[in-house]
């Protein structure tokens, strides 16, 4: 079972928009993590917030946790049509790694 | 240096045959597993091998099954496929102590 929820299921921006991806848990954790992935293949690790953080910044990602309200977004500024992709975010509760992801949401960015 | 990889990549099988999937984790890496992607859906977690042993094991039923080689390879066994079956199966490895997982490219496994 999915530990929580994406949401939008699917956005679609222009070139240099922003986009804002939320994501919602269930049960506490200890870290949370959004991934990417391209056209159905592997997915690629995009940043990783311990449940002791409430933002943190990598290039043009964003990523914010609040975890009273077991919830998280990312945020891509300035995107580009090389973003079109899916994003999951994936929790690790029980330690050794054990990852429990959402439904993703679908990212289209049109030049 | 190469990253996890999996094979084969793409694999067309009929209800009740078996199948064995395979991955390499990252160079560094002694921790594997395997999650199901459905179309359409996010990654659910099969289970993970550390030190030979599976360690950890998600809601799948006994079809599924793996091992792990003393060189941290990994294989995941599907007995009885059944159409559920066909899905994105990956494979992703860590080192102990590490966070990330590397994710590798994925096999397509289509049931019949």
């Known amino acids: 079972s999915q530990q929580g929820e994406e949401d939008p299921q699917a956005l679609s921006i222009q070139e240099g928009e922003n986009a804002t991806m939320n994501c919602s848990y269930k049960t506490s954790i200890n870290n949370l993590q959004w991934y990417r992935q391209n056209s159905g293949r592997g997915l690629v690790h995009l940043i990783l917030i311990r449940s002791n953080e409430r933002e943190k910044h990598s290039g043009r990602l964003r990523v914010t946790l609040d975890t009273s309200k077991k919830s998280s977004s990312l945020l891509i500024t300035a995107s580009r049509a090389a973003d079109t992709a899916s994003y999951f975010c994936a929790t690790e509760s029980g330690g050794y790694n054990k990852l429990i992801f959402g439904a993703g949401t679908r990212l289209a960015v049109h030049p | 240096d190469a990253g996890v990889t999996q094979s084969p990549t793409h694999l067309i099988k009929t209800r009740g045959q078996q199948v064995t999937l395979r991955c390499s984790p990252k160079?560094?890496?002694?921790?594997v597993s395997w999650y199901q992607q459905a179309l359409g859906q996010g990654p659910q977690f099969i289970f993970q091998y550390y030190e030979e042993e599976e360690r950890q094991r998600g809601n799948f039923p006994d079809r599924f099954s793996g091992h792990q080689f003393p060189n941290y390879s990994s294989e995941l066994n599907v007995n009885a496929l059944l159409l559920g079956d066909s899905a994105l199966y990956l494979c992703a490895s860590s080192r102990t102590g590490g966070l990330a997982q590397y994710f590798g490219p994925g096999t397509r496994l289509t049931v019949l």
């Open positions: 160079s560094g890496h002694d921790t």
